[in-house]
């Protein structure tokens, strides 16, 4: 992207849009409760999901035009920047391998698990839709539209602590209203900027590939989802400890090996 283009770019207007469209969203979510939506997600939050895309939307306009909105959008699907095709592994496989590694840690230590559980796996075509379109709201704003400027600014990880704390902070009133206390929102905080960092990584090493960060993060979702759970064990839910650790170590050591500057240059090439 052009770099004169970059500095018409305000992360911290983006960041008051995102806020100010979201507020009164939170407003109306503490008088209604609609139940049986997956994660259990307030209706709200689902909305609230594109303030993100809005905010970008209105800032690119008034700083680009319609041209800047045209470029923007088109790089939801751009894939073709990932010249790099191995870099399909991480962003496909990754999520579910964290996954599979807090179950295996949870057994291992013989906390509680789900024993009768059932996958959902029918419903896999339809939860990745919907929480495509989710990522595609968020992304958007958040890696298409501020992310650069302030990795030119501040650096890589730099950027995307002071990126996911703010998103981590957007999440609080959904995880408020399903009854979490302040010890599991701060491992929440914790887990939630490790997964920016993480985007940041993945969208750095694919040539700036939008479609890139909202595939990884539809994944996520998705794992989720897929995490086996019952009525009484939801180990995701259950041990945020366990769960958040293990992304924020995983974050940790693609810092180490591909460097806190760029997160590019991996250190053993």
């Not at 809005?54 to 690119?60: F, G, K, N, P, V």
């Not at 939801?76 to 790099?84: G, H």
């Not at 870099?87 to 996954?99: A, D, G, Q, S």
């Not at 059932?118 to 075509?125: A, D, N, R, T, Y």
Request: charged fraction near 15%; proline fraction near 6%; charge should be positive.
């Amino acid at each position: 992207m052009n770099k004169s283009k970059l500095e018409n770019h305000s992360p911290l207007k983006f960041l008051l849009f995102v806020y100010g469209f979201s507020i009164p969203l939170w407003i109306i979510e503490t008088r209604i409760d609609v139940k049986g939506l997956p994660l259990d997600i307030p209706i709200t939050d689902i909305l609230a999901a594109f303030t993100p895309l809005i905010a970008a939307s209105i800032l690119t306009c008034k700083e680009e035009g319609y041209v800047g909105i045209n470029k923007l959008f088109k790089r939801i699907l751009d894939f073709s920047r990932i010249t790099k095709k191995i870099w399909y592994l991480p962003i496909t496989l990754l999520p579910f391998f964290m996954y599979l590694l807090i179950y295996i840690v949870i057994h291992l230590i013989r906390l509680p698990l789900a024993i009768n559980f059932c996958i959902p796996f029918l419903s896999i075509p339809f939860l990745f839709c919907l929480f495509f379109i989710g990522a595609v709201a968020e992304e958007t704003g958040y890696m298409g539209y501020a992310i650069d400027p302030m990795q030119e600014r501040f650096g890589a990880l730099s950027a995307s602590i002071l990126m996911g704390i703010p998103w981590a902070v957007w999440h609080y009133p959904s995880i408020i209203q399903q009854g979490h206390n302040l010890t599991w929102i701060a491992w929440a905080t914790f887990g939630t900027v490790a997964v920016r960092v993480l985007i940041v990584w993945i969208y750095n090493n694919t040539g700036k590939s939008l479609f890139a960060c909202i595939l990884f993060h539809t994944l996520m979702n998705v794992g989720r989802i897929l995490f086996p759970k019952d009525g009484i064990h939801n180990p995701l839910v259950n041990y945020p400890d366990i769960h958040y650790s293990i992304i924020a170590i995983t974050a940790g050591i693609i810092v180490f090996l591909w460097g806190s500057k760029t997160l590019t240059r991996y250190r053993y090439i």
